[in-house]
């Protein structure tokens, strides 16, 4: 991916007012509509003594560990895939060329509902496959809470000015992605997966 970019500005991407409407979306609009469904089902399987505090302890935070290594998988093969015909390349800019090309651009810096509810209605099919609803509810609780922190982290790095060493440590990783070589640097709410495959640019 070449570095080519606007600072402080943005384009329209569909010329359709309903989908360019769609790609547009308030930070704020992950949280309200993914917290009260992880809440309500969490809450219900301990209610109903379908899973224990002590399993939701382990397996909350391998949810958060195995959205960690989808954030990178994902940010690294599928989003800074460029393709190599037009339909491709449109697919490309849509999911995440347009980002790099308009990094400061408010609307656009957590994912769209449009693209993480299918996402999330994969990860819970394969979930309700697998069985196991006393693991995998907690399970899915830590996913999506990691998927959460993720669209904080990089709402945060972009919009905000960070005011702890791991905070400007964390946009320094970001920024180093967007300005300096968009092929290291892949992970966004955190550093360690970039550290441990060798993608992480030393700043």
């Keep these: 991916m070449q570095i080519e970019y606007a600072r402080y500005a ?29 809440v309500l089902a969490e809450g219900y399987a301990l209610v109903a003594g379908v899973t224990t505090i002590w399993t939701s302890l382990i397996f909350i935070p391998l949810g958060i560990l195995s959205w960690q290594l ?35 651009d408010a609307k656009r810096l957590v ?17 309700y496959w697998v069985g196991r609803p006393g ?8 996913i999506v809470s990691g998927y959460l922190f993720y669209d904080y982290m990089h709402w945060s790095v972009h919009y905000r000015v960070p005011k702890t060493a791991w905070g400007r440590a964390l946009r320094r990783h ?13 992970g966004i709410s955190h550093r360690w997966v970039d550290r441990l495959v060798g993608s992480l640019r030393q700043n």
């Design 135 to 142: 693991t995998t509810i907690p399970y899915f609780f830590g």
């Design 10 to 38: 943005s384009e329209r991407m569909f010329k359709n007012d309903f989908l360019e409407a769609c790609s547009k979306i308030h930070p704020s609009v992950p949280f309200l509509f993914y917290i009260p469904i992880i």
């Design 70 to 104: 989808m954030e990178y998988g994902i940010h690294r093969a599928y989003f800074h895939w460029e393709g190599s015909g037009p339909v491709t390349r449109r697919l490309h800019d849509i999911i995440h060329g347009y980002h790099h090309k308009y990094p400061d």
């Design 174 to 186: 970001h920024m180093s992605h967007h300005f300096a070589d968009p092929g290291t640097n892949f």
């Design 111 to 127: 994912m769209p509902l449009g693209a993480s509810i299918p996402l999330a209605i994969v990860i819970a099919g394969l979930l």
